[in-house]
């Protein structure tokens, strides 16, 4: 069974730059068919998906968020991180890395974090 485990700091400076990374056992980011995002939920509201990095390793961002996220990889130690840069308050959230696939044309998740809470804050 696949496991994700997120990491990095809990508390970023408004203007710099958050960095997560996803740890995953159990199952190889680079096994065909699946996807690894990073999802959000910031206090009060929703879940946003903010991007992935495929199997093949492509990447894909959501528009409201491309211009200041980046997503990564490292095969070596089956990771893949987040960076999102010039961070303000309205970043704070809690941070879920999660695998997923496509089922029919749409996406889904079938492993997930436990989530990790960062507080951008001077």
């Known amino acids: 069974q696949v496991q994700l485990q997120e990491s990095g700091p809990g508390l970023v400076k408004p203007s710099q730059t958050l960095s997560l990374t996803c740890t995953v056992s159990?199952?190889?980011?680079?096994?065909?068919?699946?996807?690894w995002s990073w999802i959000r939920q910031p206090p009060g509201k929703g879940l946003e998906w903010m991007g992935v990095?495929?199997?093949?390793?492509?990447?894909y961002y959501s528009p409201s968020l491309k211009s200041r996220t980046s997503i990564s990889r490292d095969t070596s130690k089956n990771q893949f991180s987040l960076q999102l840069s010039s961070v303000t308050p309205e970043d704070t959230a809690v941070y879920y890395c999660?695998?997923?696939?496509?089922?029919?044309?749409?996406?889904?998740?079938?492993?997930w974090g436990r989530g990790t809470q960062v507080t951008v804050s001077s």
């Open positions: 999660a695998r997923g696939f496509l089922w029919r044309g749409l996406p889904k998740y079938d492993s």
């Open positions: 990095i495929r199997y093949d390793d492509s990447t």
């Open positions: 159990g199952g190889s980011i680079t096994t065909s068919y699946y996807t």
